[in-house]
């Protein structure tokens, strides 16, 4: 179906422009990854590996912190874009969206045992967050305010923050906007 294909298109060039007007996201990314893979593929004795990756477990568990909160904003952020633009661009909007919520909330036992076993449902769940998140944000506050997100790593949300979309606001307030 064409309008279909126009909401998905809409999420994807969301994601583009978040890669290509912010040149910092796909470096922090690509970074965060280097040192995720890097800590589990040391070379060497087994003493030193265990003792290296004793000592990097915690900076490990800290970025990877970092990047769920940040892919949390990127797919909530597209979310909420498909879906403002969606509403007011595609006629069959509303048919798409109930659609959408029917499948997810009615997976059958076998396809919830296999969301669980491959961490996919940890994954979907991260996902609302973003979008519950983003949602709240600029419900309150307006694209300016939510746009913000893009200032750099820091204006990220915590992910202790994705439930508290205040507590961002208030964290990014005292930090003054990129131009």
């Not at 064409?2 to 796909?26: C, K, N, S, V």
């Not at 045992?113 to 600029?138: M, N, P």
């Not at 923050?161 to 990129?178: F, H, K, M, Q």
């Amino acid at each position: 179906d064409e309008d279909l294909r126009r909401w998905l298109i809409l999420h994807e060039m969301t994601h583009a422009w978040q890669f290509a007007a912010h040149p910092w996201l796909r470096s922090y990314m690509e970074e965060s990854m280097k040192v995720l893979i890097d800590s589990v593929t040391r070379k060497g004795n087994t003493v030193a590996r265990f003792a290296a990756f004793a000592g990097v477990l915690p900076a490990q568990w800290r970025v990877m912190r970092h990047v769920q909160g940040t892919m949390s904003v990127i797919e909530g952020y597209s979310n909420l874009v498909m879906n403002q633009l969606g509403r007011k661009l595609l006629p069959g909007f509303d048919r798409l969206e109930q659609a959408y919520r029917e499948r997810s909330s009615g997976k059958s036992a076998l396809e919830v045992l296999i969301w669980k076993l491959t961490g996919l449902d940890l994954k979907l769940q991260q996902y609302k967050r973003g979008e519950a998140f983003c949602q709240a944000v600029f419900d309150r506050h307006g694209m300016e305010v939510l746009n913000r997100v893009w200032g750099g790593p820091e204006s990220m949300p915590r992910l202790n923050e994705l439930g508290n979309p205040e507590s961002w606001y208030r964290r990014i307030s005292t930090v003054r906007p990129s131009p």
